[in-house]
């Protein structure tokens, strides 16, 4: 079976950097993807973890630690168009490589 | 790239009646997934199908609900005797590599409201 776990809402202003954690159960892990979901919108792809470490992409970083079943999306120089929730989703190996989402995490950006 | 499209955006319809969603995906991928969404929740798996085939179904799906994807190109939902339970929002998403790594891409979602 799999457990994702996520914070619900974070709040941050403007500039900052924000950290969004989610840790996972998941039997045969293959892998990690971090999705942007605005309000009304359909999930928009991040990033994709299966190796320990950091992946950097622009402002937006994702880190995997397999033996910990831990990951984070961190979130540099904010901007209020960042406001959205963030979903991490697990990947278990073999069968159909299907995704299972957490519940997300809200995460607000004010001035 | 036109992107995954579905079709109603939003249906609103009376308990009992039934109703039918399309999803039509990115052409060249052959990994097609619905998925279930309600508000403050991540997107709940309900079925995959791989070109034609149907390979995994969740036990979230009902004998209610029916799923095909016909000449592997586009995919149906149909949900029959609907139930105000069955109010969410329906996502589609396709994929190309077989192996995991490749990202959902989803479409817009069609907004189900049982009333």
């Known amino acids: 079976g799999q457990n994702i776990d996520q914070p619900t809402e974070m709040t941050a202003t403007e500039g900052a950097i924000v950290q969004i954690n989610c840790t996972y159960q998941?039997?045969?892990?293959?892998?990690l993807f971090w999705y942007q979901q605005h309000a009304g919108e359909a999930p928009t792809f991040l990033s994709y973890n299966v190796l320990d470490g950091l992946e950097e992409k622009g402002r937006f970083s994702s880190f995997l630690s397999r033996s910990k079943g831990y990951s984070y999306l961190l979130l540099k120089e904010l901007q209020m168009k960042d406001s959205a929730s963030y979903l991490c989703?697990?990947?278990?190996?073999?069968?159909?490589?299907?995704?299972?989402f957490g519940r997300g995490t809200s995460l607000i950006v004010h001035p | 790239d036109t992107g995954v499209s579905q079709d109603p955006r939003h249906k609103i319809t009376k308990r009992g009646q039934n109703v039918t969603f399309r999803c039509d995906p990115i052409s060249e991928h052959n990994r097609l997934y619905w998925y279930r969404q309600t508000l403050g929740q991540g997107p709940e798996f309900l079925t995959y199908f791989q070109n034609e085939a149907q390979l995994e179904k969740s036990r979230l799906l009902s004998d209610r609900f029916s799923a095909e994807r016909p000449k592997g190109s586009f995919s149906t939902l149909e949900i029959q005797r609907t139930e105000q339970g069955d109010s969410a929002m329906y996502l589609c998403?396709?994929?190309?590599?077989?192996?995991?790594?490749?990202?959902?891409?989803f479409g817009n979602g069609t907004r189900l409201t049982v009333t």
């Open positions: 989703a697990a990947i278990r190996k073999g069968g159909s490589y299907i995704p299972t």
């Open positions: 998941t039997s045969g892990f293959n892998g």
């Open positions: 998403a396709s994929s190309l590599d077989p192996g995991g790594s490749s990202p959902l891409h």
